[in-house]
Each structure stands twice: as structure tokens, then as C-alpha cells.
């Protein structure tokens, strides 16, 4: 609560917090919520603009080339960016984290040999990587989260091993190992804690660029199945009609940009609060 | 000086040969190749024929090793549709792809290093902020999405600039804006960041007190030192513009190695696919190889690690 408290000094983060909850509320709960069915096609109703009347009823953001309401389906369409966005984020904190520690904790074969890993991940771009294995293995939910989730652990283990390479040497770390503590013991209940706070902030601006990423994948039809709405998926549709129809895919693309811009603006200041250090570790 | 370049050389060495693993498993993780490469409707007998043909039925470890061998030859197999060496395909593309990355690389820098540096000198001040939002907008757009409305402006509503293909410097406009962006972002923010850090130190204050002109004292003193940790995200940028080329060069319909493997991923041709993996991770190693020379030059101390 102080916590929170104290994150609330700072007007503009607060406001991108609550914009987060928003989100991520609609992406729980948003489909029982619609104003009209996201999927229902109504071709009498086809590309209406923004805020568009049809018998009474309003289209707050128009409707796409099927006459499908698309604020309907951007509040939807907010599940698959959010699932992926945490979940992936998830596969790839843990990952990064539990390499991370085994590296900074025993800097000898298997230490350098995860820090070589990092450096091949890194000489691969990542967005080539996941086409190319999301080619490979076929578009799916899960191999969406799992191949984002794989391919962005390297920030994690970078910003681990260095907190546990200073940490390992701290007097109460020894102590623990001279009192006869196992391994893994010390590393979960003394270096994990220490590192948790440079975990969350990496988390929580990681977020923000797996949505992104999710989104580019959906615009090249590599992310979920096209019946399920995505942002990405939508703007990808709405590029044909661009010329007479502006809005098709400049809602989506909106949507995007308000969710990231909320993201960042948390993740900066919980860095800000946490981890001020972190400001040289992007990239 | 020579010694730690020889370290980090070998070491470039042993990370090509890792992704020359990775490129490898790339087209088994899934399995038998032989389905990947087919059209879906391909016979038992054909895809048999097809597995013996390209050697996918013989021991791993014996794939590998031939792999390898014809990949040190500059042979990374041949295109099935074109019927052309792969890394030939490949190389004809990248004078392309090097002009728009180079080109947003150059626009991202113009853009960078001047706002942030005037951010950090006059911290707080209206450019300042302007620099702050600037970085938060490139970061938070989807650069597709952007690339989307730039078309729909600059072409389609002004016809100013061609819409797509390569066709002279006004097709280098719009794809190198949407790939600079994000780039743009991250070098601001964190030039400016490790500008302010600087400008605080001791030295810093030193030189000032000595009574040095400030236009020195920023520019041969503070951005020499705040240099080295933008040098670093510089080389993984090179990473993210190679990368985001994949969907700038398919929106722009832009004859570069992104279009070429989006296309090498919908025609099945594979061997394509792990020739422009190779290629571009490759081109990032030697990068990061030059960024390491520079951080030799930059900063004396680790000329003798």
C-alpha cells in the first residue's frame, strides 16, 4: 500500500497504471462486455467511420470491410496481446533468471558457457528467429508464447548474473555457505530476493515490447489463428482499405500504442523506484 | 591492445559456430524436414524420395558434419524454387538491405545524439521534454503500424513518395523513418541518461573549474565517457534494424534479405531461410566485433584485458 503510494506521486505513471488495469480487466472480462458481437458480419454496415449511427445504435470506432464493430473486437482483441504479453514474459523470466544465477553463481565452465549462449542468441535477430520457427513449427497461441518466451531471456541473465557476481561475495552469503547451506538453497533464499527487484522492472518493460512483437508477428499472419482478433491481425486487414477507410487500421494500431506507452510508463517508474541503475542496461 | 582483439576474434569465432548449430536444429525442431520443404499435398513416396534425396535420413551428427563442411565452402545449399545457391540469393539482396539500414541508422543518429545531448545539458528545459516524448512515442509504436500511416499520408493523401519498390532515394524515405523510429528511442534515452551521469562527476566539474570553454568540456570530455554504453546498444541495434527490415522491407514491397525471407518462408524454401539466418548473424558478430575495437579505443582500460 505505501508502495503504492508512493508510485502515485508521479501523476503520468499512475495514469498509465490505471490504463494497464483497464486493459487488462477488458482482456478478463471484455468479451462479455462488447457492445455489439465482435464476430457477427453485417455487410450491410460495411466500413461505417467513427462514430458511424446504424438504426439507433452507435459505432463508437466504426466498423471494418465485414461490418463488424471494431471496438468490439479491439476490446477482444486485447486477450491474445495480454495473454501473450505476461505469459511469455513469464517463460522468459524464468528462464533468464534461473540461467542468470547459475551463471553469476559459478562463473567457471557452465557460466561461460551460458554467457556464450547469450551471445549466439544475440547475434540472431530475434524477430527473424521467431518467424523462422514460428514458420517451422506452425502458428499457434502456445508456440507464439513459447518462441517470444525463448528468444528474450538474454536480458534477464545478463542483468542476474552481474547482481550475482557481487552478491555471492557478500558476508551474509558466506556465512550462510559456512553454516553448511546447499547450493540451491542459497541461491533461492539469499541471492533470488536480492535480484527481484531488477527482475520486476525488466519484466514489466519487457512487457511492453512483447506486445509489440506479438503484434508484428499477427501483422505477418505468423501470430494465432486469423479467426481469433488480434491489433496486429486487425491492422494487417484493415491495410487494403486504407485509402477510403482510414480507420480499420489506425484504431488498432491506437490501441497498441496507448497500452505500450502505459506499460513503459510504469515500467519507467518502478525502475525509477526500484532499480535506478537499470537505465544503462537497454537495448 | 592486439591481444584483447585476438581474445574477442576467437570468441566471434566460437559464436558463429554456435548459430551454425542453432541454424541447423532450426529446420528439425519440428521433426522430419522433408514435410516442411513439400507442398502439403505431397505423396508418401514423394516425400521418401525427397529425404534420400537430401541426405535428411542419414545419422545427425553426419548431416551436421556435411552441413558444416559445405557451409565452410560459402555453400549453404541450393534454393528449391529458384533452383539457385541460397547464399547467392541471399547476397544479391544485401546492398539493398545495407542502403535502408544504413540510411536509418544515419536518420536515427541525426535525430539522437542531438537531443540528447541538449536534453542532458539543459536538463528539465521545453527541448527536453520534447527529446523525453519523442523517445516514449518511437518506443511504444508498432513500426508496421507506422510504416501504415506514413503510406496512407505521404502517398496516398499527398502522393509525395512512392508507396512501395525500390525505384531512387524517395523509396528510402518512408522505410527508413518506420525502421529508425524505435531505434531513435533507445539511443536518446540512453545517451541522454548516461550524459547526465557524466556531466555530474567529478572530473567534469574539475574541468569546468580549470575554466574550460563548455562546448569542450561536453564534447571531448562528457560524450567521450557517455559514449561507451550507447556503443554497445549501437551494435545491438544493427540486431534490431536486421530484424525490423523483415517487415519494413514487406510493407514497402522493398527488393531487400527481410522481403527475400518472408517470401523463402511462404514458398517452403528453407535452405533460404537458414542462409539469410547465417548471413545476418554473421554480419552481427563482425559488427559487434567492431564495437568491441571501438570500446578498445574509447576506454584505455580495456585495452589490456
Given amino acids: 500500500m505505501q508502495f503504492l503510494k508512493r508510485f502515485a506521486r508521479a501523476k503520468l505513471p499512475t495514469l498509465g497504471l490505471l490504463i494497464v488495469v483497464i486493459v487488462m480487466v477488458d482482456a478478463l472480462v471484455g468479451r462479455w462486455l462488447t457492445p455489439y458481437d465482435p464476430m457477427a458480419q453485417n455487410i450491410m454496415k460495411r466500413l461505417m467511420p467513427p462514430l458511424g449511427v446504424d438504426g439507433g445504435r452507435l459505432h463508437l470506432l466504426g466498423t471494418e470491410a465485414l461490418g463488424r464493430d471494431i471496438l468490439s473486437r479491439l476490446m477482444v482483441g486485447a486477450q491474445v496481446s495480454m495473454l501473450v504479453g505476461f505469459a511469455s514474459v513469464l517463460v522468459s523470466g524464468i528462464v533468464g533468471v534461473a540461467l ?24 540472431i535477430p530475434f524477430l527473424v528467429l521467431s518467424i523462422a520457427v514460428i514458420a517451422v513449427l506452425g502458428p499457434s497461441l502456445w508456440n507464439l508464447i513459447l518462441v517470444l518466451g525463448l528468444t528474450n531471456w538474454v536480458q534477464y541473465a545478463r542483468v542476474v548474473r552481474a547482481e550475482c557476481l557481487t552478491l555471492r561475495n557478500r558476508e551474509y552469503v558466506q556465512a550462510a555457505r559456512a553454516l553448511g547451506a546447499s547450493t540451491p538453497r542459497i541461491l533461492l533464499r539469499h541471492l533470488l530476493p536480492n535480484v527481484l527487484p531488477a527482475v520486476v522492472v525488466i519484466s514489466s518493460l519487457l512487457v511492453a515490447r512483447m506486445i509489440l512483437f506479438e503484434s508484428s508477428l499477427s501483422f505477418l499472419g505468423l501470430g494465432v489463428p486469423p479467426s481469433i482478433p488480434t491489433w496486429g491481425g486487425m491492422i494487417s486487414d484493415g491495410r487494403n482499405y486504407m485509402a477510403n477507410a482510414w480507420w480499420v487500421a489506425a484504431m488498432p494500431g ?5 497500452t505500450v506507452v502505459a506499460i513503459n510508463l510504469v515500467g519507467d517508474r518502478l525502475r525509477d523506484m526500484l532499480d535506478p541503475r537499470l537505465k544503462q542496461m537497454e537495448g | 591492445m592486439l591481444g584483447y582483439l585476438l581474445s574477442r576474434l576467437l570468441y566471434a569465432i566460437g559464436v558463429v559456430f554456435g548459430v551454425s548449430v542453432a541454424v541447423f536444429f532450426l529446420i528439425r525442431i519440428g521433426g522430419d524436414p522433408s514435410a516442411l520443404f513439400l507442398p502439403p499435398d505431397a505423396t508418401l513416396a514423394d516425400i521418401a524420395r525427397f529425404r534420400t534425396e537430401m541426405g535428411f535420413d542419414r545419422p545427425l551428427s553426419a548431416q551436421y558434419l556435411d552441413f558444416m563442411g559445405r557451409a565452410l565452402h560459402g555453400d549453404l ?18 546492398p539493398a538491405t545495407l542502403q535502408l539500414s544504413s540510411v536509418a541508422l544515419l536518420l536515427a543518429l541525426l535525430v539522437s545524439v542531438p537531443l540528447a545531448i541538449t536534453g542532458a545539458v539543459y536538463r528539465g528545459s521545453a527541448l527536453d521534454r520534447t527529446g523525453l516524448v519523442i523517445s516514449m512515442v518511437g518506443e511504444s509504436f508498432p513500426s508496421f503500424w507506422l510504416s501504415i500511416m506514413l503510406i496512407l499520408i505521404l502517398s496516398q493523401h499527398f502522393h509525395m513518395l512512392p508507396a512501395s519498390g525500390n525505384s531512387g532515394w524517395q523509396s528510402l524515405i518512408m522505410p527508413a523513418i518506420s525502421l529508425a523510429a524505435y531505434s531513435t528511442a533507445i539511443i536518446t534515452r540512453l545517451l541522454r541518461s548516461s550524459m547526465i551521469e557524466v556531466l555530474q562527476s567529478d572530473y567534469i566539474r574539475t574541468a569546468r573549474g580549470k575554466g574550460l570553454a563548455s562546448g569542450l568540456v561536453i564534447f571531448k570530455h562528457a560524450l567521450r565517457n557517455a559514449a561507451i554504453p550507447t556503443v554497445t546498444v549501437l551494435g545491438l541495434q544493427i540486431g534490431a534494424l536486421l530484424g525490423g527490415a523483415v517487415i519494413t522491407e514487406q510493407i514497402f514491397a522493398y527488393p531487400g534479405i527481410g522481403r527475400l525471407a518472408i517470401q523463402a518462408i511462404s514458398n517452403r524454401d528453407f535452405t533460404v531461410v537458414q542462409a539469410f539466418v547465417m548471413f545476418t548473424a554473421i554480419v552481427i558478430v563482425v559488427i559487434n566485433l567492431i564495437v568491441d575495437a571501438c570500446y578498445a579505443l574509447l576506454d584505455p582500460r580495456l585495452r589490456k584485458g
Fill in chain 1, 100 to 123: 542468470g544465477m547459475i551463471a553469476g553463481y559459478d562463473d567457471r565452465r557452465i557460466g561461460r558457457a551460458i554467457m556464450a549462449l547469450t551471445d549466439i542468441q544475440l547475434a
Fill in chain 1, 254 to 258: 491506437l490501441a497498441i500504442f496507448i
Fill in chain 2, 77 to 94: 545449399g541450393q534454393s528449391l524454387r529458384y533452383q539457385e545457391p541460397a547464399l547467392r540469393l541471399v547476397l544479391e539482396r544485401v
